[in-house]
């Protein structure tokens, strides 16, 4: 089993957290992928759309009689073969979100979560215990545990301090242990737990990984 430092907020190491093997045992890119291109259909608007025949604007009348012109018959001006007419199947307002199964989307979490580990991304502190509510605070911290770049933050409950500390940090989001996603952690180049919200999301995710060969035998 793997363990972490978990660091205060001036970067000092105050004790260690233990990887699961269930959780951070490898990475599934392919399962990353699909949870990504869900996430990121779901966020799709949607709100296209082209208009119809009946709703372009231009008269219903017919522009001329039917026979004796020598020119081709035509009912209205709105007409898709027409300049300015309504257009033929073009796209509606529509959602693109669809069903993703949850047991590939935990699978997926834990696949993120192993990557940023790997990637030596994924850094666990004590808490986001905050005296005051000043980005320069924030910020120092994070640069105190290594944390470059963009980063999400993710704690376990309200913690108000280091909500008003963060929020305007550029690249920088913070999550609950429950809102995390694959995509979030892909996204952002390093990522922060507070050590009770890890904890809580690696039972979780422990509880229902998939049971080894060895262990059913």
Partial sequence: MASIDVLDLTGKTVGTFDLADEVFGGVNEDLLWEAVKHYR????????KTKGRSEVSGSGKKLW???????AR??????????????????????????FPKKKLLGALRSALASK?????LFV??????????TKTMRKALDAIKADGTAV?????????LHLSARNLKGVELLKGFEVHPYHLLR???????????????????????????EVA
């Fill in 74 to 99: 035509v009912g209205s001006i709105r007409t898709p073969l027409w300049r300015h007419g309504g257009t033929v199947h073009g796209p509606q307002p529509r959602s693109y979100a669809y069903a």
């Fill in 117 to 121: 580990y790997e990637a030596g991304k």
């Fill in 65 to 71: 009689r039917q026979k004796g012109t020598g020119r």
């Fill in 41 to 48: 259909a779901s966020e799709r608007s949607g709100t296209h």
């Fill in 188 to 214: 952002y180049d390093a990522a922060v737990f507070s050590r009770s919200s890890l904890e809580r999301l690696q039972d979780s995710l422990k509880a229902s990984a998939p049971k080894r060969k060895a």
């Fill in 153 to 161: 933050l993710v704690d376990a409950g309200d913690n108000m301090n």
């Fill in 125 to 134: 502190v004590e808490n986001f215990e905050l005296t005051d509510t000043k």
